[in-house]
């Protein structure tokens, strides 16, 4: 019983002393009746929250609206229709968490990306950026056309994660694998002499 009181007494001491500083034990500042107006009045524009709290991060803001203050998205538990998997097909392969958001209003983004998985609908294959390296490029050039992938490619060239891991980007470029890579691919690599 001594304990309980004890533990209720320091609680009740870490509180003022919270209040007093106006931090919490690790150093966050405490909500104030303002932050908690703006998250009333522009909830669930986390976006828009961030901007207008720019001391508080977004899982931070999130988190007080949640438990703080009881806010929640509404979900939609309503079954998705052929159109919606049609706007789906249309929206997915090439469109930004945002505007797939904006076009399920109340769906949250796991639930679409896992309707479309469920649908076959894939993201569009972004290409290979560039290296710097004409070589290089060429290679990854010619695997983005293939549906090949840079560990596939490891395999196939017996290279050791040299693509995959890209070895190249600490200026070490393997011209062995390269050179295995283009053999590989069924290509051919050229010497060019420049006049002197």
């Known amino acids: 019983m001594d304990n309980l ?4 007494g320091a609680g009740q001491r870490a509180r003022r002393s919270m209040v007093r500083h106006g931090v919490t034990p690790k150093g966050s500042p405490l909500w104030t009746a303002d932050e908690v107006e703006i998250c009333k009045k522009f909830w669930p524009d986390l976006t828009k929250l961030e901007i207008e709290l720019p001391g508080r991060s977004r899982a931070a803001i ?9 806010l929640y998205i509404k979900p939609n538990w309503t ?12 929206i997915y392969p090439s ?30 294959r972004k290409p ?24 596939e490619l ?15 980007k600490h200026g070490w470029i393997n011209h062995a694998a390269i050179a295995r890579a283009v053999h590989v691919l069924d290509g051919k690599m050229t010497i060019e002499w420049s006049d002197l």
Request: aromatic share 10%.
């Open 79 to 90: 079954c998705w229709t052929a159109a919606d998997v049609s706007r789906l097909r249309r």
């Open 5 to 8: 009181c004890w533990n209720t």
């Open 154 to 168: 490891d395999l196939m060239a017996r290279s050791i994660r040299y693509f995959g891991s890209m070895g190249w």
């Open 128 to 151: 290979y950026t560039r290296t710097g390296n004409a070589e290089l490029d060429a290679i990854r050039v010619r695997c983005f056309t293939l549906g090949i992938t840079m560990p």
């Open 95 to 124: 469109g930004s968490a945002s505007e797939l958001i904006e076009a399920f209003p109340g769906r949250r983004l796991l639930t679409i990306t896992r309707n479309a998985y469920y649908h076959g609908i894939r993201r569009r």
């Open 62 to 70: 999130g988190k007080r609206c949640r438990d703080g203050l009881g």
